[in-house]
Nanobody
Framework: QVQLTESGGGLVQAGGSLRLSCAASGRTFSSYTMGWFRQAPGKEREFVAVISRIDERTYYADSMKGRFTISRDNAKNTLYLQMNSLKPEDTAVYYC?????????????????WGQGTQVTVSS
């Protein structure tokens, strides 16, 4: 198993930046594909970005491309999400998740472990 703990959320003005972190403990972090999802009030949890285990290939939801950057440090067992040019519609709880799969990674059902989430609020 792996335990995931997000941090770095907060309140930021539109156009600002935040960097989220996800610390992993338990089984070897590098054995998991890692993703970020978010959930706004009254909405379903949606895919944000994913990074592969070893070669660190990335994939983003269209609305995040060019603004968000996912990265990982396997030596520190930590996943990151750098968020720039934030918009009020980015307001949500952000979750990191770990998967043993290599396909269908935009779907929440493909992930085995989840963190508790960190709140990001973007004011206009």
């Amino acid at each position: 198993q792996v335990q995931l703990t997000e941090s770095g959320g907060g309140l930021v003005q539109a156009g600002g930046s935040l960097r989220l972190s996800c610390a992993a403990s338990g089984r070897t972090f590098s054995s998991y594909t890692m993703g970020w999802f978010r959930q706004a009030p009254g909405k379903e949890r949606e895919f944000v970005a994913v990074i592969s285990r070893i070669d660190e290939r990335t994939y983003y939801a269209d609305s995040m491309k060019g603004r968000f950057t996912i990265s990982r440090d396997n030596a520190k067992n930590t996943l990151y999400l750098q968020m720039n040019s934030l918009k009020p519609e980015d307001t949500a709880v952000y979750y990191c998740a770990a998967s043993t799969r290599v396909t269908r990674l935009v779907f929440t059902t493909s992930y085995d472990y989840w963190g508790q989430g960190t709140q990001v609020t973007v004011s206009s």
